[in-house]
């Protein structure tokens, strides 16, 4: 029951503040989905198991960063922004050929926390695990895969309890540092093209 409930809570939530930020009108429907995160080795693991495994057991380096990224913070506006600063300022954009040897290859967040580069779904989901592990509840932030003005991207939206708009968090193709409620509201259009799977620890969401 429990879970039949935060389902139906989470798509009418997906729904209502989409229509409210005019994203899309189609409807959402939760699903299972596995992304190949090593081409080489032909591994896959599904979109929300990815997220689950390391928050559920978090490197304690990192565990110790996502606290740091809390001090001096008022609300998660604040929290998400120290985040994504953090990862921007640490990371450059490198290939996955060029930084494993591989047409395509997810790291988990520690590796592109150690080796301070990687492409879009490594940076972006090093954001997205510090963010969980700094406290932002995982309704108000989703990783989503989907295409883009710059090919297909891996990037994070962030729901502000402050806006009430949707705001993308992302630290490679279109990387915006400034503070939340300076920002306009994320929307598909000339940047952000379509979504194809929206993601967090519990749930994957796609439009019908």
């Not at 306009?184 to 019908?208: A, C, V």
């Amino acid at each position: 029951m429990e879970n039949e409930i935060s389902e139906k809570f989470m798509k009418k939530f997906i729904e209502d503040t989409f229509k409210l930020n005019d994203i899309s009108g189609r409807p959402w429907i939760r699903t299972l989905y596995w992304w190949m995160i090593d081409s080489t080795e032909r591994i896959s693991q599904r979109l929300d198991i990815f997220l689950k495994n390391q928050i559920d057991n978090p490197n304690k380096e990192l565990a110790k960063v996502a606290k740091d990224m809390r001090k001096g913070t008022k609300n998660f506006d604040e929290v998400i922004i120290n985040v994504l600063r953090y990862v921007d300022a640490r990371c450059t954009f490198i290939s996955d050929e060029k930084n494993f040897g591989k047409v395509d290859y997810w790291a988990n967040a520690y590796e592109t926390w150690c080796r301070c580069a990687d492409d879009c779904d490594g940076q972006n989901a090093l954001i997205y695990v510090l963010a969980s592990l700094a406290g932002i509840p995982y309704m108000n932030l989703w990783s989503v895969v989907g295409d883009t003005a710059n090919g297909y991207h891996y990037w994070n939206i962030y729901f502000s309890p402050k806006t009430s708009k949707w705001h993308s968090i992302d630290s490679t193709y279109y990387a915006d540092l400034t503070d939340i409620d300076k920002r306009s509201l994320f929307k598909l259009g000339e940047k952000y093209k379509r979504i194809d799977f929206m993601f967090n620890e519990r749930f994957i969401w796609k439009q019908t």
